[in-house]
C-alpha cells in the first residue's frame, strides 16, 4: 500500500521560513516525478513545486526563487524549503507521486496523494 506522510507544516510570520517534509512509502521502484501542492479554503488545489528522478525541478512562478524542492532518494523524503512566506502561501500543502511522464505541476496527472500538513502566514 503506497503512502505518503507529510508533516512539519506550522504556523510563521512573513518573511519566516518552514520546511516540510513528505515520506514515501509502499512504491515499487522510484516515482518519475515527485511534488507538492496547495489549497487554501477558498480556491482550488495548485502546484507549487516538483523534482523528477533526473532531479530537473519546475517551480510555480509565485514561488520561484523563494521554495526549494528537494527529495532524498535513500530516505524517499521529500523536502520544501520555504523562505521569505507570504500571507497568500497560507494552505494546506499535500505531496503526491507521478507514475510516469511528463513531470507537469497538474493534479489531475498524479497518482498518489498524502494527507496534507498545514502552512499558516500571518502576523
Known amino acids: 500500500q503506497v503512502q505518503l506522510a507529510a508533516s512539519w507544516g506550522g504556523s510563521v510570520q512573513p518573511g519566516g521560513s518552514l520546511r516540510p517534509s513528505c515520506v514515501l512509502s509502499?512504491?515499487?521502484?522510484?516515482?518519475?516525478?515527485i511534488a507538492w501542492f496547495r489549497q487554501a479554503s477558498w480556491q482550488e488545489r495548485e502546484g507549487v513545486a516538483a523534482i523528477d528522478t533526473s532531479v530537473s525541478s519546475y517551480y510555480n512562478p509565485y514561488v520561484k526563487g523563494r521554495f526549494t524542492i528537494a527529495r532524498d532518494g535513500a530516505t524517499n523524503t521529500l523536502y520544501l524549503q520555504m523562505n521569505s512566506l507570504k500571507p497568500e502561501d497560507t494552505g494546506t500543502y499535500y505531496c503526491a507521486v507521478k507514475a510516469g511522464w511528463p513531470c507537469l505541476l497538474q493534479a489531475s496527472g498524479f497518482n498518489y496523494w498524502g494527507q496534507g500538513t498545514q502552512v499558516t502566514v500571518s502576523a
Open positions: 509502499g512504491y515499487s521502484g522510484s516515482p518519475k516525478c
